[in-house]
């Protein structure tokens, strides 16, 4: 379980976020996709961008894993099909 150190900010504690680089880089390789397809924001939140040829299962993959390790994300869907 990762800690992180936080600021006080007017009686509220205001938490750092979380580097979750070696978690991301783990399911990156259980995933098989690249590690550039998950981007860490500076408020610790990772967004999810998958190419048009990701499969289906790579992107659940990368979403079931994120959410196994608790790790907050952010995804969507933009399809080019018409």
Do not use: F
């Not at 590690?35 to 979403?63: F, H, N």
Request: with cysteine; aromatic share 2%; hydrophobic share 40%.
């Amino acid at each position: 379980m990762m800690l992180s150190m936080g600021l006080l900010s007017g009686g509220t504690v205001i938490a750092s976020p979380v580097n979750h680089d070696k978690e991301l880089q783990a399911i990156a390789r259980k995933c098989e996709v690249p590690r550039t397809w998950m981007k860490m924001s500076s408020d610790g939140v990772v967004s999810v961008t998958a190419p048009e040829t990701a499969t289906y299962g790579q992107v659940i993959c990368m979403v079931n894993e994120l959410k196994d390790h608790k790790i907050p994300a952010k995804s969507g869907l933009v399809s080019g099909d018409k």
